[in-house]
């Protein structure tokens, strides 16, 4: 799908309570965490401790799921590569309007392609961007199989499955990387601490 405006004619609207006046009252800065990795590295499950983290330090966060957005926003969306790209780019315009409203948008989605996350963090000021990769081995990931996803892959059942049939392209410059040691990998808490470490650090967390 074209990335050009098809609109013309058309006039940006202006309001008087704007996204310094929402950020005032929640007390923190509007942002965008990214969570990109295979399928069953754990991009669902740091964006779950994530957001209850800090929902206990009082800060307001919202949760878009690659897995969860497929059931409406990108219901039309497959796999094929466009199809990929289009579900990254109106994922990527509905975060940065999450950021724009003061809360931490934390979206996690296989986002396989360089190119695709480098288009969301051009949508933002780059501070706001934030990547976190979670690199965890294709072998771990296809042993947790908790959806039994790469069994079907394997199988030929499932065409395009990334890391299997079609291409996942690591980050060059992230934010934050979650490792593994020796296929062992940190515990929820532990990955959401090291987020949130780095967002304090940043001040994301106060106004
Ligand atoms: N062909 C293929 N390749 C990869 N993943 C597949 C595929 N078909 C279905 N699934 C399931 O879809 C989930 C990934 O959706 P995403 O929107 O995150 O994918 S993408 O960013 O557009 O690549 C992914 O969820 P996660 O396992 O949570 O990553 C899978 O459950
Ligand atoms: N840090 C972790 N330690 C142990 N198991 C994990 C960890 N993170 C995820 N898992 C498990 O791995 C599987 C895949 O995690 P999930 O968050 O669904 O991955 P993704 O969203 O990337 O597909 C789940 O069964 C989950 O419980």
């Known amino acids: 799908m074209s990335t050009l405006s098809n609109s013309t004619n058309i006039f940006w609207q202006d309001c008087q309570v704007g996204r310094p006046e929402r950020q005032k ?3 923190q800065k509007g942002c965008v965490v990214w969570i990109t990795g295979l399928s069953g590295s754990g991009k669902s499950t740091l964006a779950c401790s994530l957001s209850r983290e800090l929902y206990t330090r009082g800060k307001l966060s919202y949760v878009l799921d690659g897995d969860n957005l497929r059931h409406g926003l990108n219901k039309d969306l497959g796999f094929l590569p466009e199809d990929r790209t289009e579900n990254i780019r109106r994922t990527g315009e509905v975060a940065k309007l ?3 409203a003061g809360l931490i948008c934390v979206a996690s989605l296989i986002s396989p392609y360089r190119r695709d ?3 969301c963090r051009a949508m933002l000021p780059d501070a706001n961007f934030i990547e976190v990769y979670m690199n965890m081995p294709l072998e771990l990931c296809e042993s947790r199989d ?10 030929g059942k499932i ?9 996942y392209e690591p980050p060059i410059n992230c934010e934050i990387e979650i490792k593994h040691d020796n296929g062992v990998c ?3 808490t532990v990955m959401a601490g090291q987020v949130v ?3 304090e650090k940043k001040g994301f967390l106060e106004h």
């Open 159 to 167: 065409k395009g499955f990334t890391g299997i049939d079609d291409p």
């Open 25 to 27: 009252l929640l007390n």
């Open 117 to 119: 996350r480098d288009s």
């Open 98 to 100: 999450f950021a724009d």
């Open 186 to 188: 940190p515990t929820p």
């Open 146 to 155: 908790p959806k039994g996803l790469y069994k079907l892959a394997r199988a």
């Open 197 to 199: 470490t780095y967002l």
